[in-house]
């Protein structure tokens, strides 16, 4: 009776083992590692784009992701977030009109989120949400600097999506490097809920273009789409944003100086992959993405196009890029 009890235990003991293997495995019993949810569309060649590219190559190596559009439907937001927690380990959240991300991070504890260019308030009360805010402002002062160094009119402008505090922050980004830069800069809002009208962001550039600016920066999703296409006609130049627009925009990358780049996807990736690989998560958090590391920065290009920037602007970018990492220069910010 004792060796039969024996066996049992044994037995017990294994399955147990084995069930804990299973629990601790590669997926946790959901189909994906992770689904990426952007509250919009993807076709603006910038900020959607490069999410939904750093989601591609999750994939392309060998990750399980997915990817959902809401196209601005505000009935699917919390809807899309909740259906993406039952599927998934991680749920990366891509817009800032996931206002309700707190209360689904509470009703799913075991999944991890994260909250890309926003910050929930309190952030220290979501053990399992991760805040991913950008130094757009830094990378907004030194396409200021460029801007300013190329205008022939003493003039730039930058659109802007909304009226909302990271939005204000690429303007007082901008502003504050023409301004170092001897340049006056002035700034509209296209106020496109959608964020992919390319005739207001166009009418934008038109308004700032009557005014002198005869550099415009762009900081509103699919509106800018709208602003580079009308360069031609409109007799100025364009600074590009979050992706290197002269590639992805190229048919247009002659009236295109340069972009503000903000790797949405590679932090998306960096992100992914440190959680399921490495098992680390740094919830409760705010990752300050930026300079350092490549998430912020300015893009010139192909290799294969030829730059429009001179060697001693860029020259002058990456003396910058210096001071600010030194404390020389302290970029303003609106968050």
Known sequence: MRKFISVLLIVAMTFATAMVVTSCGS???????????????????????????GCDRLNDEGYKAAFVECGSNSELFEQNLKSAAESSRMVVAVGSEFTMLGDVCNEYPDVMFAWVDNCIENPEN???LINISYAQNEGSYLVGYIAAKESKTGTVGIVGGMDIPVINDFIVGFEQGAKDAGAKAIHTYTNDETWSDADKGLQCAQDLHSKGADVIFQACGGCGVGITQGAKDN???VIGVDADQRQTMADYADYIYCSMVKEVG????????????????????????GLEGGYVGVAYGAEDQKALVSDEIQAGVKDIQEKIASGDIKVVTAL
Do not use: C, R
């Not at 689904?35 to 999410?51: E, Q, W």
């Not at 992959?273 to 490495?278: E, L, N, P, S, Y």
């Open 27 to 53: 997926n946790d019993g959901k189909d994906n590692d992770v689904t990426v949810v952007i509250s919009t569309s993807t076709g603006d060649k910038s900020f959607n784009d490069s999410a939904k590219a």
């Open 235 to 237: 007799g100025y130049m």
């Open 266 to 289: 590679n932090s998306i990736f960096d992100l992914v992959v440190k959680f399921i690989d490495d098992e680390q998560f740094d919830g409760g958090s705010v990752w300050n993405a």
């Open 126 to 128: 979501y053990p399992n």
